[in-house]
């Protein structure tokens, strides 16, 4: 993988994608990975295929699906003797 630096971002394009990457729920990285693969008609010629059927999760999905399956890290002592 390589490294890409944008400089002189017009504060409205930075403004979009800041939106856009709190809509979605990913990095700012992922989203402009995402947005040039798409441009340049390379998007999913390094995925499995699920992605599609699988979708993403929001920062506040992630949250409440961890915290709804908390209880399933804890160890029972009680089974362990």
Known sequence: ????????????????????????????????VEFLGERLGLRGRSSNGLARLAG?????????FEEATATFERVDEELWR
């Open 1 to 32: 993988m390589k490294t890409l630096t944008i400089r002189n971002v017009p504060d409205e394009l930075h403004r979009a994608l800041h939106r856009e990457r709190a809509r979605r729920g990913v990095s700012l990285n992922r989203l402009v």
């Open 56 to 64: 993403r999760w929001s920062e506040e999905e992630l949250q409440a």
